[in-house]
């Protein structure tokens, strides 16, 4: 199958790299960026924000097939969260965090509200449309985690609890896709890395939404990288790894687009 066909599409908040084929490869929490009208409000530190984001998850998902990738950040409005808690509003939802220095006015919230919803236009659109040419689709939804909570100088987290790649297929239709989730298991193990299905993370909201609105049409695997490629409290990227892991990823679209062709995914 073709790859990429043409030029961005943005709204200044979502991009979209538009190609040919049924695989979407989305990073819906790699952005940075609030919007100004918020800053006023912001008491959380940078560097304790970006420790919470997914940085290089945008290049992490650059792997020739349809890429979304959200540019603002999760703390302006949470993408992969059901739409009454996608604006964090007390410590609680935020991982202990105090995001604001007071409450937001409901005018921001609301207008973090409408990037959400068109965020869930536009992913209605365009899964819609695949799946209308090519049967199925399948996404793959690009996160990352942390796994030194305790301090920069502290241990990393047990890796027992906590493998390389999490494959998160909580809300998946393993009936139709079982085969793909084995597949890709076994391209990221072939090279190398600790792969394991629903360890930390069983996925998302987005991956319930997409799959209770396409049924088995859709399938998204929500794969959650260990921050084994940067310095999660310095911010310090290791470029090697970032690339050991895009290319990884890459090697398992051809195994999504046999499977929604109905060839074997291996």
Excluded at 27 to 43: D, E, F, K, N, T
Excluded at 93 to 106: F, I, N, Q
Excluded at 147 to 164: I, K, L, Q, W, Y
């Amino acid at each position: 199958m073709g790859r990429f066909t043409h030029s961005l599409v943005t709204d200044g908040y979502v991009t979209v790299d538009v190609a040919r084929g049924p695989v979407v490869a989305c990073a819906i929490h790699a952005g940075q960026s609030l919007r100004p009208s918020l800053r006023p409000y912001v008491a959380l530190d940078p560097a304790d924000r970006l420790r919470e984001e997914d940085p290089h998850t945008d290049t992490i998902a650059r792997i020739g097939v349809t890429r979304v990738v959200a540019r603002h950040s999760r703390f302006e409005v949470d993408l992969n969260r059901p739409r009454a808690g996608a604006v964090y509003r007390t410590p609680e939802e935020a991982w202990g965090l105090t995001v604001w220095s007071e409450s937001l006015p409901e005018t921001e919230i609301d207008r973090s509200l409408q990037l959400y919803d068109r965020f869930y236009d536009l992913m209605g659109a365009l899964l819609g449309g695949i799946v209308a040419r090519h049967g199925a689709a399948v996404v793959f939804d690009v996160h990352s985690y942390n796994h030194r909570r305790e301090g920069p100088g502290a241990p990393v987290d047990s890796p027992e609890f906590n493998p390389e790649v999490n494959i998160g297929t909580g809300s998946l239709d393993t009936a139709r896709w079982g085969p793909l989730v084995e597949a890709v298991t076994k391209r990221f193990a072939a090279r190398g890395h600790d792969v394991r299905e629903n360890v930390r993370f069983r996925g998302g909201h987005f991956s319930a939404w997409a799959h209770e609105i396409f049924r088995g049409d859709v399938a998204v695997l929500a794969f959650e990288f260990k921050k084994v490629f940067m310095d999660e409290w310095s911010g310090v990227c290791d470029p090697a790894a970032i690339e050991r892991t895009r290319a990884s990823l890459a090697e398992c679209v051809e195994c999504a687009e046999r499977a929604v062709t109905g060839g074997n995914a291996t």
